[in-house]
């Protein structure tokens, strides 16, 4: 019931026009290369508080499963991954671009995309609900055990482990400054008047991602260009058999996975790829132009990406940098992140997860018919972009709190993020550490003052037990799995 | 080996600093005894890991480089004129942010569209030209009428 309520809020003409603009600005993302969902989320975030909050939710979840399909695109058509969790798809993509199939490795790549994306959506109409009553029950103690669960992100974050973590304390560090949110003492204000009332997290983004990223991008030089045929359109036979076959196992093996912090799509991808190599008859083909090998990866990104709004909602727990910003982009709009949401909020979150029902069908019509428009649209140089860019920055970094110190804010910032990039930083675990320092800070100290200072509160409390646990657990077994993606794949997902 | 000695300063830097401030804290803790733990101590904790895994990592790469046979990290060579392109839109960056607090938004934006143009690759003038005015009236009437965001007033005169 609540479902339909939602779907038939979301049908209204603002929601719609919020839902399309989100979805081509996603699939537009996803097409150029360099310009990452994280960052065009930082850079939109300020701009969206003057909208309705529903309506910006929607857009910017949009944009971030947009981006999921328009990723493939590039991929496909010129080997250039225009998101990380797309790197996969190259593998195979390219090589049917090579042999004038693309046409049918960007068909079975968008009807892939869409059914993790519907199915992802019906699993979050499903179990979003029950997690979010169940979590309700959480105190502050409960809540540092799904913190801590949830920086196990950092590990995956980076290609380096201890440049994760490093990135994950300074930023928990740079959360500290101006008022202590329990007792409002100052910290680490060194006589700032600006300082004092804290780091903003907006300009702290769209800097590091924003600016950071026009600068990295002046240095490079102008991205590149694509003047090819698309083929024939649908596969059919075997192809078609064999490529829904694929997109319904990626489907499977990118949503469960993509529950959990630090499973990022890039990360699925390659585990959906490596499954179907080996749940093949003929794997020696893997790599040379195999149809499986464009649906299974685009399916599982799809669907991680869509797993990670029931956390995000249910828990307030963000499992991806794109995620993060969107929780920061509920915060400013004074919505609670968490169980609390599915109750006070029952009509924003039914018709966000609408949304997502309308957004995949929205996806899937500007996906497959404009396909060859979406890959002229990677002709669009830097020189353009950049300057609009970098003034919407400016703007983004002003707005939230109308002062021009978060003007400088951000343009420090943007040259910490270039420095970062450029010496091979990563730039999310520094956000993820920012945004979830102050929340762990306040409930690590809640939760001591509940027990008179001893630790032993996190054991005695079952659930915050078993979450310590499971972090643990977690962490072991996301080391593990890192040790068998490649390198390159993890640099990759640093650099967008 | 010089980036590698720069980050992990940066590093311990940021935890020295976090130290510093939570051990003001905790010297001035009579002022807040209602919470046990107090804010100094979450800062010299912090400041503390942080401390360590820098040092953690500064081991680690020094093995990896002795391993490689002695070679430190390479950085990637860079041209004079890649930075110089980098420096020159901080330094147009700059300006825009201290014209704004002179001239207002619309003069500031105008002439920060005019010079940031010229360093992202566009070569006639005339093209700057028309570019800029088209893209500081879109970005007026998108953020000023529009949103009606309020941005400072200039000191000198307000455009």
């Known amino acids: ?496 | 080996m010089k980036t590698l000695l720069m980050e992990v300063f940066v590093a311990v830097f940021l935890g020295m600093i976090s130290i510093s401030e939570g051990i003001r804290l905790v010297i001035m803790k009579k002022l807040y005894k209602f919470d046990i733990f107090g804010p100094g101590f979450y800062n010299i904790g912090l400041g503390a890991v942080l401390t360590i895994i820098s040092l953690a990592y500064f081991v680690s790469e020094r093995k990896k480089a002795l391993g490689a046979g002695g070679k430190a990290q390479a950085s990637q060579p860079v041209g004079k004129s890649e930075y110089r392109k980098v420096i020159s839109m901080v330094s147009v960056l700059i300006i825009y942010i201290i014209l704004m607090y002179l001239t207002g938004y619309l003069f500031s934006t105008f002439v920060f569209f005019l010079m940031i143009n010229r360093i992202a690759g566009f070569r006639s003038w005339l093209s700057i030209a028309g570019v800029t005015v088209l893209m500081t009236a879109a970005f007026y009437l998108l953020f000023v009428t529009w949103m009606g965001i309020i941005f400072p007033r200039g000191l000198l005169f307000n455009f």
């Open chain 1, 1 to 496: 019931m609540d479902l339909i309520y939602g779907l038939l809020n979301c049908l209204t003409l603002n929601n719609l026009f919020y839902c399309f603009i989100g979805c081509m600005l996603g699939t537009l993302v996803g097409v150029l290369p360099g310009l990452g969902p994280a960052s065009t989320i930082a850079i939109l975030l300020p701009i969206t508080t003057y909208l309705d909050p529903t309506g910006s939710i929607i857009m910017l979840s949009g944009l971030y499963y947009g981006a999921m399909y328009g990723g493939s695109t590039t991929s496909i058509l010129v080997n250039i991954p225009g998101e990380a969790a797309s790197v996969v798809t190259c593998m195979d993509g390219f090589q049917m671009t090579k042999q004038g199939r693309s046409g049918q490795a960007l068909w079975v790549a968008a009807i892939g995309s869409f059914i993790a994306g519907t199915f992802g959506a019906i699993l979050c109409s499903l179990l979003g609900p029950g997690i979010a009553k169940y979590a309700l029950k959480f105190g502050p103690p409960e809540y540092v055990g799904l913190l801590l669960f949830s920086m196990t992100m950092l590990i995956t974050l980076s290609a380096s482990l201890m440049k994760g973590l490093l990135a994950g304390l300074a930023g928990m560090v740079l959360a500290t400054v101006g008022m202590d949110p329990l007792t409002g003492a100052p910290r680490l204000h060194f006589g700032v008047v600006g300082m004092m009332r804290g780091l903003e997290l907006v300009p702290v983004v769209v800097g590091l991602f924003g600016i950071g990223e026009i600068l990295l991008a002046a240095e490079q030089g102008v991205q590149n260009i694509y003047r090819g045929k698309l083929g024939k359109m649908t596969p059919r036979g075997h192809d078609l058999k064999q490529g829904l076959l694929a997109s319904i196992r990626g489907t499977m093996v990118g949503y469960f996975p993509g529950l959990i912090p630090g499973m990022l799509p890039a990360l699925t991808a390659f585990m959906a790829y490596d499954i179907e190599k080996r749940v093949s008859k003929y794997p020696e083909k893997f790599g040379t132009g195999v149809i499986e090998g464009v649906a299974a990866p685009e399916a599982a990104n799809n669907a991680s990406a869509m797993a990670g709004f029931i956390p995000l909602m249910t828990l307030g727990i963000p499992t991806s940098a794109s995620l993060a910003i969107i929780l920061a982009a509920l915060v400013m709009y004074g919505l609670e992140p968490g169980p609390a949401l599915f109750l006070q909020n029952k009509q924003f979150v039914w018709t966000v997860i609408g949304s997502m029902y309308v957004g995949n069908l929205m996806l899937l019509v500007l996906n497959l018919p404009l396909v060859g428009l979406w890959a002229r649209i990677s002709l669009i140089p830097y020189k353009v972009l950049g300057p609009i860019i970098l003034a919407v920055c400016f703007v983004g970094a002003y707005s939230p709190r109308n002062t021009m110190f978060d003007v400088w804010v951000a343009l420090i910032f943007g040259i910490v993020g270039f420095v970062m990039k450029k010496k091979g930083w990563p730039l999310a675990p520094l956000i993820l550490g920012f945004l979830l320092g102050d929340l762990f800070e306040v409930s690590l100290r809640q939760s001591l003052s509940m027990s008179g200072g001893s630790l032993s509160i996190f054991w005695s409390r079952p659930v915050a037990a078993v979450l310590i646990v499971c972090t643990v657990i977690f962490a072991v077994f996301t080391i593990k799995v890192l040790r068998r993606v490649p390198k390159e794949l993890l640099v990759e997902e640093e650099k967008l």
